[in-house]
């Protein structure tokens, strides 16, 4: 969402910005580096000030103390597994300070010595929080105080001695980092003097993955409708086609591809981090499709080849063919990432873990028949690496069920990309990483609509980040799809997107609920009779009456349990759900909501929806307490 606190630099970007593929910018148009006052200044009316922001528009000065004694050593210290955390020891110090701090950077040659020197490179994403992004960026950081011993020097060493006194002491401390198969070596880098004024002490020795090309972070999609055929897709760092095995010894050999840094969106005056600072290799992407499969069955698949390896074997379920009796799926958006150590980095969104976990847990012990993220989908926003660690994290989930998507404005908004917002929100990336990454049920590329049925349902997934307006091709299609749907076979038609059309968090209203989309899509819900509208975007849980033009056409009635139930036999309008509360900083809510929302949470947490022929019942689920926070039910007669 947070688009608000950017109009300068929107303003800029639109009036200045063109589309090129120029892998650097061109700094000697730059006579002088703003200083630290310069910079402050620029962000007075800002809702908060990053420190780590103000670090990368200013060269690295020289350390005024430099140790002779100071050492990095890391645990392990020689080729590292596909995940590992990684001990780092700085020792030597003189004088413990609260600024000292470590990065971890990949690869190890990545440049932290000098900073680009324009003013919005690393705000445009939209993420202000603290972050020390050099000008390669790291992708971790963390303060050497997080270890309690450090600024009183309880770990201590005597580098010189006289007469039996110590006279040079010295201290240390040690630091954790989770750490993934990045394909390319990692290293850490020793700062001091904090993010204000950096200097870079000592950078340690590289360390290599041993399996650079090692298969992994395999995730499941529906390609079609009949649940007989199941899209897989996994990262490597090998070029070369490798195979998925499943069922009763069935083969398929994965198609590779990858994307480049000339594949993202920059601009003239600011280079984007996907095109720039922000760039990681992103290895190979390997996809497949698993087909001959029956619907609603549990079949086995393991996925590599002979030459890089294989993974371990995985249990997964197909869902429900279109038109069967039921199904079971759980919805959300906005989820991202957050680290698993003390780490700072990039969009960290704190409720992503435990509402992932809590979606596994569920996964692994109940029936599920798919998931559905509609947009916000990793907040990469053009820090390449950080889609590896979000790959992770998706892992145990999206590998044993069917993981659809929607595009979200952190996916694909660009200026000059053709989205219809001018946002720099997906920080370069215009959607090429994710539609790479999560192969969708249709062969266009850029245009990440479709519809797929799943026992009684017909879901229409659409992008609010195209233009939907009439007379468009995103326009027609919704307009066809959604016409086309034959109601005896999917008698709930679920229609879905990134962007709210209501929602109690007024903020800009071009970036919540645009008007325009109101005004364009909701007749088209409402007279192709949509039972229930799915949305994200805004980083809270709320539920709607039956609503057509802000206006309550029909109100739950109470079932023999207390539960809201909307009886759509009569049709009058669609319900309408906002769940973007999967990990992205909660949105909290107005005393005075309008009449039409009738549950508001902002707790973070997933939704659960079982649909038969003749209801939907649909949850929110808390992820900490795992219970239960609103419930309803559509039925139909």
């Known amino acids: 969402m947070d688009e608000s606190i950017f109009g300068f630099v929107l303003l800029i970007l639109a009036l200045t910005s063109s589309t090129s593929h120029s892998l650097r910018p061109n700094l000697d148009r730059f006579k002088a580096l703003p200083t630290r006052d310069d910079l402050l200044k620029e962000y007075q009316n800002y809702t908060a000030i990053s420190k780590f922001r103000t670090i990368n528009r200013q060269e690295l000065i020289q350390c005024p103390i430099a ?16 995940e590992v955390n990684i001990t780092v020891m700085v020792s030597g110090v003189l004088v413990p300070s609260s600024s000292d701090w470590v990065a971890m950077i990949t690869p190890s040659s990545s440049d932290v010595t000098s900073c680009p020197t324009s003013k919005a490179q690393y705000v445009q994403t939209g993420d202000l929080a603290k972050l020390p992004l050099l000008c390669h960026y790291p992708v971790k950081a963390q303060y050497l105080s997080d270890d309690p011993d450090y600024l009183n020097c309880a770990k201590s060493e005597c580098k010189k001695s006289v007469g039996g006194a110590c006279v040079v002491k010295t201290c240390s401390a040690s630091i954790t980092f989770h750490v993934v198969n990045f394909r390319t070596d990692v290293a850490f880098a020793f700062f001091t003097l904090g993010f204000d004024t950096p200097c870079l002490l000592k950078i340690s020795s590289p360390l290599k993955f041993a399996n650079p090309a090692s298969p992994l972070y395999a995730h499941l999609s529906s390609i079609d409708s009949t649940g007989t055929s199941m899209s897989v897709t996994w990262v490597s760092g090998d070029n070369q086609p490798q195979q998925v095995k499943y069922g009763n010894g069935q083969t398929q050999t994965s198609e590779v591809t990858t994307f480049t840094q000339s594949d993202m969106c920059t601009t003239k005056l600011l280079p984007s981090p996907a095109s720039d600072f922000g760039w990681h290799d992103p290895g190979y992407i390997h996809t497949t499709v698993m087909t001959g499969l029956q619907p609603s069955t549990n079949y086995t698949y393991k996925y590599g080849s002979d030459s890089v390896g294989w993974s371990d074997s995985i249990t997964f379920h197909t869902p429900p063919a279109g038109g069967d009796n039921e199904v079971t799926f759980l919805a959300f958006g906005d989820m991202g990432k957050a680290p698993l150590d003390k780490s700072v980095e990039h969009y960290v969104n704190p409720g992503a873990p435990a509402v992932t976990q809590a979606m596994i847990d569920e996964v692994s012990s109940s029936h599920v028949d798919s998931v559905m993220h509609v947009g916000d989908i990793s907040y990469a926003t ?3 690496a950080e889609w590896d660690y979000f790959l992770r994290q998706l892992f145990p989930l999206a590998s044993q069920v069917s993981y659809m998507s929607g595009i979200g404005n952190h996916e694909r908004d660009y200026p000059t990309s053709g989205s219809m917002y001018i946002t ?4 370069g990336e215009c959607g090429v990483p994710y539609e790479t990454y999560f192969p969708l049920p249709t062969s266009a590329k850029d245009k990440p609509w479709y519809s797929i049925e799943q026992g009684p349902v017909h879901f229409t997934v659409i992008s609010t980040e195209h ?6 091709e995103q326009y027609n299609w919704m307009q066809s799809d959604m016409a086309s749907v034959n109601r005896s076979r999917t008698p709930w038609l679920i229609f879905t997107g990134h962007r709210p059309m209501y929602s109690s968090i007024k903020g800009l209203a071009i970036f ?5 989309f109101v005004k364009a899509v909701e007749p088209l819900l409402a007279a192709n009779k949509v039972d229930m509208a799915m949305f994200g975007h805004v980083h809270n849980y709320e539920r709607t009456c039956a609503i057509y033009q802000g ?3 029909a109100m739950p009635g109470k079932d023999s349990n207390g539960i809201d139930t909307y009886d ?5 309008a669609p319900v309408q759900v906002i769940f973007g509360m999967a990990g992205f900083t909660l949105d909290g809510f107005t ?9 508001r949470i902002s707790q973070f947490g997933y939704t659960r929806t079982h649909a038969t022929r003749t209801e939907l019942s649909f949850e929110f689920v808390d992820a900490y307490t795992r219970e239960v926070r609103d419930s309803f039910r559509i039925v139909k007669s």
């Open 512 to 516: 919540n609920c645009d008007p325009r």
């Open 551 to 553: 206006k309550c056409l």
């Open 467 to 472: 233009d939907f307006r009439p007379g468009t």
């Open 67 to 82: 140790s002779p004694y100071i050492e990095i050593t890391t645990t392990p210290n020689s080729d590292l597994p596909s």
């Open 382 to 384: 053009g820090f390449l």
């Open 591 to 599: 005393s005075n909501p309008d009449p039409w929302s009738l549950a």
């Open 424 to 427: 720099p929100d997906s920080g």
């Open 568 to 572: 759509l036999s009569n049709y009058t």
